[in-house]
């Protein structure tokens, strides 16, 4: 299982902030010592993620709160199957319901949509990345999903890794020029540049930065581009980006480019339809 981020107790404290403000003036209409049990149980099939932040959840409001878990995050979840028990108190379980679903179900979200697209790019030694093109305030979360299905992560912000796009290129005067000035102002970082042509691809490849992304290159030019660096000695790594659905992927990939970038892992999530199913009888 990938490592959980850092920033999961800020992100489930905002969370709940977000939904309590002042208090739950709802849950007052529970007895105090009212137990409840119940279940979690997923409507399709999925892959799970957001164990963690389900957790944390509940551990914030009530750690008499007990989850048994019946899948672990990344693995692969079949319609109607308990994804978990819940036990406790029955006031923190229905004040932690909502925010501990939300997470369980963007986050799963994410991970199915990513094992959907590796599975698509299998054999092609091609490996899937996302973007930053996430939630606000949730971006280590969604790349956790994403590598909970078995994708990987681009650069996390824009501190980690240079990007070199359009607007740098034209603000430097050249690829060539853009390139020399990342190297000289953030030594020992990687270095990438966007191209949009065979011409600025042949350009970039002279420079020699760490990775040159082909963005809304036909196949056919991925290919010529792919040859050239395969010339050269695979000098640099190839990043494929721009109008990749699941439909086209497999095609991208077997151009040989090394890495494909898929923007709607993290953006055109649709949510897990998963349910809580509680029984109050038992206390």
Sequence with gaps: ???????????????????????????????????????????????????????????????????????????ALSASQVVFDIAGPA?????????????????????????????????????????RKTLPGLRTAQKYAVRCGGGDNHRMGLYDRVLIKENHIAAAGSITQAIAAARHSAPGISVEVEVETLAEFTEALEARPDIIMLDEFSHADMKTAVARNQARGRQVLLEASGSVSLQSVRAIAETGVDFVSVGALTKHVRAVDLSMRLDFSGG
């Design 1 to 75: 299982m990938p490592e959980v981020p850092a920033d999961l107790c800020a992100q489930v404290d905002a969370a709940l902030r977000e939904d309590i403000g002042s208090g739950d003036v709802t849950a007052p209409l529970v007895p105090a010592a009212q137990q409840v049990r119940g279940a979690l149980i997923t409507r399709e099939n999925a892959v799970l993620c957001g164990r963690p932040w389900a957790n944390e959840t509940f551990r914030r409001l009530d750690e008499r709160v007990r989850l048994t878990w019946h899948a672990h995050d990344g693995d």
């Design 91 to 131: 006031r923190p379980v229905l004040t932690g319901e909502r925010t501990a679903l939300n997470f369980l179900q963007l986050l799963s979200a994410t991970a199915t949509a990513a094992r959907a697209f590796v599975d698509a790019v299998a054999g092609t030694g091609c490996r899937v990345l996302d973007t």
